[in-house]
Structures are given as structure tokens and as C-alpha cells.
């Protein structure tokens, strides 16, 4: 595709409720991130994947969280039981080799409001 | 890990002004890319630097690694510039996280 693609792009739930958060990466990018934005946090790195593997998942923030992916392309961020302080917006990044040194293109995120 | 500073926190400007956002950061890297966030919260690339100089228009930035900081200057402001500039950066080889500073909220006045 020609971005990035996130969905849904707004997502109110109830503290308490599980939630899915869907990214398409750029056609042909083997690398795909996951990050939050919120205001306390700023932006911070959740999980990588290179293909359908998670080398680095060091930035979940407890078990409630979970991703993964599948056919190296779409990727799927889970969190069970939603708290207040989930509430930010979820933003997925591809790269095309994923080697660091690589340019990430980010997708337009989605907004979670936990009520 | 890796610390990465931005300055100013804030900056507003008139319309037709010169700035320099400036990144400091606490380790090597080799990945440091410029963003802005617009009002819609979309991060939009403006360059990939970990080291150099890079020109775009009226925008360009350069990055000073055996310093361990870059700058992002914005010749002749428009009110489109408006939003957050963040630095990110990337600390090593093999590990794929940016790791991103607080950002400066540009301001442009008509």
C-alpha cells in the first residue's frame, strides 16, 4: 500500500474489556514496530518484528499486552483487560529491512480511551 | 539506555522567521531520524540522519556524531510548519528501537 495503515482509528472501550489494534505495513517491509504516545510517557517502543518473529518485546508494559503477526505483514496489539491508564495512542512503524540503520515510516495510530 | 534531549521545549515564532531545534544524545547511533507530528497527531518523516548534512527545501539538518548531536533548522516559517518536532534515534546496531526525545512544539504566527 502506499503508508502505513492503522485501525480502528478511534477506539473507546470499558476499563476491564480486551481490545484489538490492527497495523498494515508498507507492501514489501519486513520490519514492523509498535509504539504508544501519551502524555505522561511521550513515545515509547512497545515490540519489534522481523517476519512473524518478536526479537525484541521489551517495551510491553505487563502481561495484558500481546502482539503478533502473521504472513510478515499484518500485525494485530491485544490488551486483555483494559485499565484506565492504557488510554494513548498506538502508533505502528515499518521499515524495509529492519536493520536499524533503516528509515521507519509510521501510520496515522489508534486512539484508545478507556472509560 | 540511551538518553536523547531536545531544545527548546517551546518555541513561537512570526511568520517568515528562521529556527534551530537542536537533539542532543547520550550514545552512538546509527539511526537518527527527525519527525513532525501535525496537528492530527500523523508523524510525518522529514530526515533520516545519523550522520551529515541533509537539505529539503526549506528545512534541513545536520548531525554531528562524534558530538553526539544534531540540528534541524526551518528557514522562512510558514503556519504550516506548526506541530511537534521530534528526534529519535537509534543506539546500535541490531537493536531496532528509536528511542525518542520530548519534542519542541513549534509555533507560527501569522
Known amino acids: 500500500g502506499a503508508g502505513v495503515s492503522q485501525s480502528p482509528s478511534n477506539k473507546v472501550t470499558e476499563k476491564g474489556k480486551d481490545v484489538e489494534l490492527r497495523c498494515d505495513p508498507i507492501s514489501g517491509h519486513t520490519a514492523l514496530y509498535w509504539y504508544r504516545q501519551s502524555l505522561g510517557q511521550g513515545l515509547e517502543f512497545l515490540i519489534y518484528?522481523?517476519?512473524?518473529?518478536?526479537?525484541?518485546k521489551s517495551g510491553l508494559p505487563s502481561d495484558r499486552f500481546s502482539a503478533e503477526r502473521t504472513g510478515g505483514s499484518v500485525s494485530t496489539l491485544t490488551i486483555q483487560r483494559t485499565q484506565q491508564e492504557d488510554s494513548a495512542v498506538y502508533l505502528c512503524?515499518?521499515?524495509?529491512?529492519?536493520?536499524?540503520?533503516?528509515?521507519?515510516?509510521f501510520g496515522p495510530g489508534t486512539r484508545l480511551t478507556v472509560l | 539506555g540511551i538518553q536523547v534531549e531536545q531544545s527548546p521545549p517551546d518555541l513561537i515564532l512570526q511568520e517568515g522567521a528562521n529556527s534551530t531545534l537542536r537533539c542532543n544524545f547520550s550514545d552512538s547511533v546509527n539511526n537518527l531520524q527527525w519527525f513532525h507530528q501535525n496537528p492530527w497527531g500523523q508523524l510525518i518523516n522529514l530526515f533520516y540522519i545519523p550522520s551529515g548534512t541533509k537539505q529539503n527545501g526549506r528545512l534541513s539538518a545536520t548531525t554531528v556524531a562524534t558530538e553526539r548531536y544534531s540540528l534541524l533548522y526551518i528557514s522562512s516559517s510558514q503556519t504550516t510548519d506548526s506541530g511537534v518536532y521530534f528526534c529519535a534515534v537509534g543506539e546500535n546496531f541490531g537493536n531496532e528501537k528509536l528511542t525518542f526525545g520530548t519534542g519542541t512544539r513549534l509555533t507560527i504566527i501569522p
Open positions: 518484528f522481523q517476519g512473524n518473529s518478536a526479537p525484541d
Open positions: 512503524a515499518s521499515t524495509l529491512l529492519g536493520q536499524g540503520a533503516d528509515t521507519q515510516y
